[in-house]
């Protein structure tokens, strides 16, 4: 029972950590937002945690709650994890929020998950299409034309369905 309750205290200490992380990210892209100034105020620096795997997707998810994410918070984010470099559940959510919030910067991304990582990306190219946005819709077009040969075929078809 001891083990029992301490994997539980460390469970719920790490679920902590993401939380704490997500409020300084959120603080982060709000003092980026403002438009206007005329004078870059110098930004003190904050110390982002070092995230295990499923901490990153975690705070990614927790991320994807919000309305908007500003560009340098983005940018910034995918420094910080080195979010391309992880493994395909980060990378996924990552590609997630690049989507939604339409950050173009990071559209490589996404194509190379969806060449890459097939069976994972049929979500992303129903995201792609319901933005609604040309250049997404696009990415998804392409990204369906390099690798429909050799895509299982029943993930094909829904592809299909929802791209063509």
């Known amino acids: 029972w001891l083990y029992e309750g301490s994997a539980a205290w460390s469970q719920a200490r790490l679920v902590e950590e993401v939380k704490a992380e997500v409020v300084k990210w959120i603080l982060f892209g709000r003092s980026h937002q403002r438009k ?10 904050v110390n982002y945690k070092e995230l295990m795997s499923d ?3 975690m705070l990614l998810e927790l991320l994807l709650e919000e309305s908007e994410l500003s560009v340098t918070l983005l940018r910034a984010l995918q420094r910080t994890y080195r979010l391309r470099e992880q493994d395909a559940e980060v990378r996924h959510r990552w590609c997630e929020l690049v989507i939604k919030h339409a950050y173009s910067p990071g559209y490589r991304d996404v194509e190379h998950f969806l060449i890459h990582d097939q069976a994972m990306g049929v979500y992303l190219y129903g995201e792609l299409m319901v933005q609604e946005d040309p250049e997404q819709q696009a990415l998804a077009r392409r990204c369906l034309s390099l690798v429909q040969e050799e895509m299982d075929q029943s993930a ?8 063509l």
């Open 36 to 45: 206007g100034r005329k004078r870059k105020r110098m930004e003190p620096k």
């Open 156 to 163: 094909r078809r829904v592809v299909e369905e929802m791209v």
């Open 55 to 57: 901490q990153l997707v």
